[in-house]
Nanobody, 121 residues
Framework: QVQLVESGGGLVQIGGSLRLSCAASGSAFRLGGMGWYRQAPGKQRELVATITSGGRTNYTDSVNGRFTISRDNAKNTIYLQMNSLKPEDTAVYYC???????????????WGQGTLVTVSS
């Protein structure tokens, strides 16, 4: 019912930067904790970064110091600023959110369809 749409993926050189966006749309909802995950071919999906509704952040060790997650609650959007990109960062990046549907009094774990990030080697 609530849709998450990622954007900003693409091809980037080693050491370059990309900024991913994830915008939520729908009716009568509130966003809780959100995060970015990624999955490389032949590998399991892994957590990249999370951000709570209060702005607390966590990062997986492999991206800590290079990536920054942020949110703009007025726009129902989160971002992932990726710097100093490495070939191992190549993956499909997925947005995830805890979504509270106000009218239904229900919380939904919601995923976007992903955006591909390719770091050249």
């Amino acid at each position: 019912q609530v849709q998450l749409v990622e954007s900003g993926g693409g091809l980037v050189q080693i050491g370059g930067s990309l900024r991913l966006s994830c915008a939520a749309s729908g009716s009568a909802f509130r966003l809780g904790g959100m995060g970015w995950y990624r999955q490389a071919p032949g590998k399991q999906r892994e957590l990249v970064a999370t951000i709570t509704s209060g702005g607390r952040t966590n990062y997986t060790d492999s991206v800590n110091g290079r990536f920054t997650i942020s949110r703009d609650n007025a726009k129902n959007t989160i971002y992932l600023q990726m710097n100093s990109l490495k070939p191992e960062d190549t993956a499909v990046y997925y947005c995830n959110a805890d979504v509270w549907i106000i009218s239904a009094h229900q919380a939904l774990d919601t995923w976007g369809q992903g955006t591909l990030v390719t770091v050249s080697s």
